[in-house]
């Protein structure tokens, strides 16, 4: 599935079903070529005006081990600073670490946002989940210090 046809679906389920969320899990499943990034992020830019809903883009962000991402890790930081509101990234040093770490704890680093300053919230995830995700990080009972 490519933007076009997600963008066609999101405008056709607005009118039917209300629309409020968007969440594309792994941009480079829509994008063909690293350079046609910049146009999808605008199209969905575009989308989430023209309909008033929230897009959520995931991606992977390239660095090395043991590394703290950052923006410079993106891809096409440029259009991504430029069509994004807010850019979040999870940090998880010890998901796939043999340090014997703790794997339920992440950073959620907020990097671009229109109205708070960078920041870094560290999160505890619930030892009974199945695993730590960004949504479990959203969850009312995720512990953050």
């Known amino acids: 599935m490519d933007a076009d046809c997600i ?10 079903s ?12 829509i994008v063909d ?26 991606d992977l962000a390239t660095r090395g081990p ?7 890790n993106l891809i096409n930081g440029k259009a991504e600073c430029r069509y994004a509101d807010a850019i979040l990234f999870v940090y998880r040093p ?11 704890k992440a950073e959620l680093m907020v990097l671009k946002h229109p109205w708070i300053q960078p920041y870094t919230l560290n999160s505890v995830s619930s030892p009974n989940t199945r695993d730590s995700r960004i949504t479990d990080l959203l969850r009312p009972d995720a512990q953050f210090w």
């Open 66 to 72: 043991l590394r703290k991402p950052g923006l410079g």
């Open 94 to 104: 010890e998901f796939k670490c043999a340090c014997g770490g703790d794997a339920n």
């Open 7 to 16: 963008a066609g679906t999101c405008r056709g389920l607005k009118q039917t």
């Open 33 to 58: 070529h690293v350079d046609d990034e910049p146009r999808v992020l605008e199209q969905f830019s575009k989308l989430a005006r023209d309909l008033d809903v929230a897009v959520v883009l995931t």
């Open 18 to 29: 209300g629309l409020k969320l968007v969440v594309v899990d792994g941009l480079p499943s």
